[in-house]
C-alpha cells in the first residue's frame, strides 16, 4: 500500500495495531469512480467501493461524497456515531497526511471550524432533544383533520360545499402528514432511529399512501448535494421544468418539448398536478416495484383501501377517484408555499434564504421557512430552529455571508423570477448555439 505520493497496488483495509498509510488529496481525488470510491471522514481515509451498495441511505447518497471529506455529512445524517464508526472500521485504508488539509478544496477552514462549534454548542442546549408534546399535537391534529373530513360527508352529504371543504381539510392533512413523515424521515423526533423509520413508514404509507424509502432516496441526495445537477433530485425535474445546468443542456441540444422561456408562466397550472399526480404517484409505485419493497407497497395499500372504503359509499366509484385527485391537488398547491422556495445546503448560504416566521407559516411550512437551519442541521427538532437561528446569523455575521429572510409573498415572487431567468437562458442557447 502506498504512502504520500506512492499510489501503489489497490488498498485494502488496515491491519489493526499497524501503522496507518498516509495519502494526499492528489491520489484521494482519483478515486471516485464507479466501482472504486474513496471518502475522508474525521481525516480517516475509507475504502466504500464494495460496502456502498449495502449503505442504508443507499449508494448514491454516500457515492456523491466521493473523494471527498464527509465529516459534516456523516454527523450531521446519523445519530449515534461510535455505532455507526463500528461499520467503518473495516473499511478503513489510511488517514490523510498530517500536512494536508481537511477539505480538498476552497473552503474557508476557520468557517469549517466554527460551524463544529456551532453544531457542538446546539447539543449542549439540548436543541436535538425533541419535545413530545409537540409532536403528539402534530399527529392528532392530523388524525383530528382525517376525521373531522369524513363527519363533514356523512352528515351533510355529498354535495358541493360539504365535498369541497371536506376536500380542502384532507389536503391540509396531507401536506401536514407529509411535514411530519419528514421529521420522522430525518430522524429528529425519537432517540431511536429504529422508532423513527416504523413511525415514518406509518405516517408516510397509512396517511399518505407513499413509499417512505422512495422519499428518503430522494431526499437524503437533495440534502448532501443540494442544488447540485444530476445529484439534487429536487431540481432534476425535466422536461418539464428547467433549472440551472439543465436550461443550458437543454438548449444546446435543440430540446424544445415545452415552450421554457415561458415556464414561469404555466409553472402555476400545470405543476401541481404533474407533479404530484403524474410524476410522484409514478415514480413512487415504480420504485416500491423495482426495489421490492413490500412492506411500504403494503402500507400504501392500506392508505388507498381506508380512503376508497371511507367515500365509496357517499360518492361511488367515479366521484371517489374525483374526490382523491382533488384532495392530491390541493395538497400539492398546499405545498408551493414556502417548504422549498429557495435553495440551501451546508455552505452555499449565498443562494440560500428563508421566509419570514410567523405561527401561521411555520405551521403551514412545517418549520421548513427556516430553510437555512434546516440544511445546516436537518436532525434537529423543527421547533428548535428558531432558537438555533439568532446562532447562526452570528456565525454568518462573523463571516460575511448573507443570511437572508424574505417574506412570504417576495419568496413566491422569487420561484417566478428564477424560473423565467432559467427559461431565458434555454432560449438564449436554443437560439444562439
Not at 363527519?151 to 401536506?175: C, E, K, N
Amino acid at each position: 500500500m502506498g504512502g504520500v505520493g506512492e499510489p501503489g497496488p489497490r488498498e485494502g483495509p488496515a491491519q489493526p495495531g499497524a501503522p496507518l498509510p498516509t495519502f494526499c488529496w492528489e491520489q484521494i481525488r482519483a478515486h471516485d469512480q464507479p466501482g472504486d470510491k474513496w471518502l475522508v471522514i474525521e481525516r480517516r481515509v475509507y475504502d466504500i467501493s464494495r460496502w456502498a451498495q449495502r449503505h442504508p441511505g443507499g449508494s448514491r447518497l454516500i457515492g456523491h461524497h466521493g473523494a471527498e471529506d464527509a465529516t459534516d455529512a456523516f454527523r450531521a445524517f446519523h445519530q449515534d456515531l461510535n455505532f455507526v464508526r463500528k461499520f467503518l472500521q473495516p473499511l478503513l485504508i489510511g488517514e490523510l497526511a498530517p500536512e494536508e488539509p481537511s477539505q480538498d478544496g476552497p473552503l474557508n477552514a476557520q468557517l469549517v471550524e466554527d460551524f463544529r462549534a456551532l453544531h457542538q454548542a446546539a447539543e449542549d442546549m439540548k436543541l436535538f432533544d425533541a419535545s413530545p408534546t409537540f409532536f403528539a399535537f402534530l399527529l392528532g391534529h392530523i388524525l383530528a383533520m382525517e376525521v373531522l373530513a369524513w363527519l363533514l360527508i356523512y352528515l351533510l352529504g355529498p354535495g358541493w360545499v360539504p365535498s369541497a371543504l371536506a376536500a380542502f381539510i384532507l389536503a391540509i392533512s396531507q401536506a401536514q402528514s407529509w411535514c411530519l413523515q419528514h421529521d420522522l424521515g430525518h430522524a429528529s423526533i425519537f432517540k431511536k432511529s429504529r422508532w423513527n423509520h416504523v413511525a415514518q413508514k406509518f405516517v408516510m404509507g397509512q396517511l399518505k399512501g407513499f413509499s417512505a424509502h422512495w422519499w428518503n432516496f430522494r431526499h437524503f441526495q437533495h440534502h448532501a448535494k443540494p442544488n447540485i445537477f444530476h445529484k439534487d433530485p429536487d431540481v432534476t425535474v425535466a422536461p418539464v421544468f428547467l433549472l440551472g445546468e439543465s436550461s443550458v443542456e437543454y438548449g444546446k441540444k435543440k430540446r424544445r418539448y415545452l415552450p421554457y422561456n415561458q415556464q414561469h408562466l404555466y409553472f402555476f397550472l400545470i405543476g401541481p398536478p404533474l407533479l404530484t399526480l403524474v410524476n410522484f404517484e409514478v415514480e413512487n409505485l415504480a420504485y416500491m416495484l423495482v426495489c421490492m419493497q413490500w412492506a411500504d407497497l403494503l402500507w400504501a395499500a392500506s392508505f388507498y383501501a381506508r380512503f376508497f372504503l371511507s367515500y365509496l359509499p357517499f360518492y361511488g366509484v367515479p366521484g371517489v377517484l374525483l374526490f382523491f385527485v382533488a384532495v392530491r391537488y390541493g395538497r400539492e398547491w398546499d405545498l408551493q408555499g414556502p417548504p422549498h422556495v429557495c435553495p440551501a445546503g451546508f455552505w452555499q448560504l449565498a443562494a440560500t434564504c428563508n421566509v419570514e416566521p410567523s405561527l401561521f407559516t411555520n405551521w403551514f411550512s412545517g418549520h421548513l421557512n427556516f430553510q437555512i437551519e434546516h440544511h445546516l442541521f436537518p436532525r434537529m427538532p423543527r421547533h428548535n430552529y428558531s432558537r438555533v437561528a439568532p446562532l447562526v446569523k452570528s456565525l454568518c455575521a462573523k463571516h460575511g455571508l448573507s443570511y437572508e429572510v424574505k417574506p412570504f409573498l417576495t419568496a413566491l415572487v422569487d420561484i417566478v423570477r428564477s424560473l423565467k431567468k432559467s427559461g431565458d437562458i434555454w432560449l438564449d442557447a436554443y437560439l444562439h448555439q
